[in-house]
């Protein structure tokens, strides 16, 4: 099974709320990913997780909080977002390191008003 | 940091046409994949190309690392097919960069 998983589909939230995106996968891979895709661009790199450690910090804002709890679970903690920060957020998985195939969940469509 | 460029950045073909899609990158990679997003914005793995061919029904790829190129070959194109191809690049550990896309309609 090659299905990385993302609750909710879609967010609505205003400036001053709390709010987490949760991402989960049970391939047993040791490696998630964070990434961030504006309208009509590329996705980019937000965070990676490395054996349920913090590997790569691509110097986001810290109203974006990752965690990962464990092995097959990555969430995104948001908190005070800006409108500009409406996006489509997608999760990845990989086996172990960056140079294996990386799995995408469908993302979460959040809108910030 | 490593830059990687996508040709053509648009593409129109008659259903039935083939096409070929091109990723430049300018450093040494650790690996090379080629995404397809469809208009919900899933993102499906097609290849896993650090390097040489591979084949999958009517899709191909090739990458020449010393040379730092790739190519996608889509043959017989259906409508389906359209959305937007990526080539993503993952250097020094986990750092992953994405190409800006190419974005493909065929018209039926």
């Known amino acids: 099974d090659t299905e990385v998983t993302q609750t909710p589909k879609h967010l609505v939230m205003g400036m001053t709320n709390k709010k987490s995106l949760k991402c989960e996968q049970h391939?047993?891979?040791?490696?998630m990913y964070w990434y961030k895709q504006k309208a009509k661009k590329p996705p980019e790199l937000m965070f990676v997780?490395?054996?349920?450690?913090?590997?790569i910090n691509e110097s986001v804002p810290s109203r974006f909080s990752p965690e990962c709890p464990n092995s097959s679970l990555l969430n995104l903690h948001l908190h005070a977002l800006q409108p500009e920060d409406s996006a489509l957020y997608l999760c990845?998985?990989?086996?172990?390191?960056?140079?294996?195939?990386?799995?995408f969940g469908p993302g979460t469509r959040l809108t910030v008003l | 940091g490593i830059q990687v460029e996508q040709s053509p950045p648009d593409l129109i073909l008659q259903e039935g046409a083939n096409s070929t899609l091109r990723c430049n990158f300018s450093?040494?990679?650790?690996?090379l994949q080629w995404f397809h997003q469809n208009p919900w914005g899933q993102l499906i793995n097609l290849f896993y190309?650090?390097?040489g061919t591979k084949q999958n029904g009517r899709l191909s790829a090739t990458t020449v690392a010393t040379e730092r190129y790739s190519l996608l070959y889509i043959s017989s194109s259906q409508t389906t097919d359209s959305g937007v191809y990526f080539c993503?690049?993952?250097?020094?550990?986990?750092?992953?960069?994405f190409g800006a896309g190419t974005r493909l309609f065929v018209k039926a």
């Open positions: 450093d040494s990679v650790n690996n």
């Open positions: 391939m047993g891979h040791r490696a």
């Open positions: 997780y490395s054996y349920e450690k913090l590997s």
């Open positions: 190309i650090p390097s």
């Open positions: 993503a690049v993952v250097t020094g550990g986990f750092k992953t960069i």
């Open positions: 990845a998985s990989s086996p172990t390191s960056g140079a294996d195939t990386q799995y």
